[in-house]
Structure formats: C-alpha cells, structure tokens
C-alpha cells in the first residue's frame, strides 16, 4: 500500500479532502498517512478522523508535547494491514 500524507495549505490537507482523494483514486492499493498533529492543525477532531478513515489508512504518526514546550517528549509511527472483510 502507498500512502499520502495530509497537511496544512497543501491539496490533501484535512479528513475530508483526504476523503474526496482517495474516492477519486478509487483503488484499494493506496491510503492516508494519518499524522494526528497535521490533522489536529486544521481543526479536525482527530479520533472522529481516525474513525472515518478507518481501513484506508497506511501509516499513523503522532508526536506527543509537554505544556508549552514545542520539543517532542515521545513520537510514535505505526504501520498495520487491515484484512478487507
């Protein structure tokens, strides 16, 4: 599977736009790379985008922060395979 990643001012930039993309492709063989942080950004809530993207996504990526600081304490990326049912 190859994946897009959604981000800020670019075409594919929220869970609704990456939505519209991948119905447009049309083909399984391609998902979202689900960045919560990007998402987040935008305004998304990113569980409700997690949700809707369900099986197509490829890859998730989140990036956690401490208070104000803007240096990551933890950043986490995972890939996964859903069977289709």
């Given at each position: 599977?190859m994946?897009?990643?959604?981000?800020?001012?670019?075409?594919?930039?929220n869970?609704?736009?990456?939505?519209?993309?991948?119905?447009?492709?049309?083909?399984?063989?391609?998902?979202?790379?689900?960045?919560?942080?990007?998402?987040?950004?935008?305004?998304?809530?990113?569980?409700?985008?997690?949700?809707?993207?369900?099986?197509?996504?490829?890859?998730g990526?989140?990036?956690?922060?401490?208070?104000?600081?803007?240096?990551?304490?933890?950043?986490?990326?995972?890939?996964?395979?859903?069977?289709?049912?």
């Open positions: 599977m994946g897009v990643k959604a981000h800020v001012n670019q075409a594919i930039y869970t609704e736009s990456a939505l519209r993309a991948l119905d447009a492709v049309g083909s399984g063989g391609w998902g979202i790379n689900y960045d919560a942080s990007h998402l987040y950004r935008v305004g998304d809530d990113v569980v409700r985008a997690a949700e809707k993207l369900g099986k197509r996504l490829a890859v990526e989140v990036t956690l922060l401490s208070g104000a600081s803007v240096d990551p304490i933890a950043h986490v990326t995972a890939t996964y395979s859903i069977p289709n049912t």
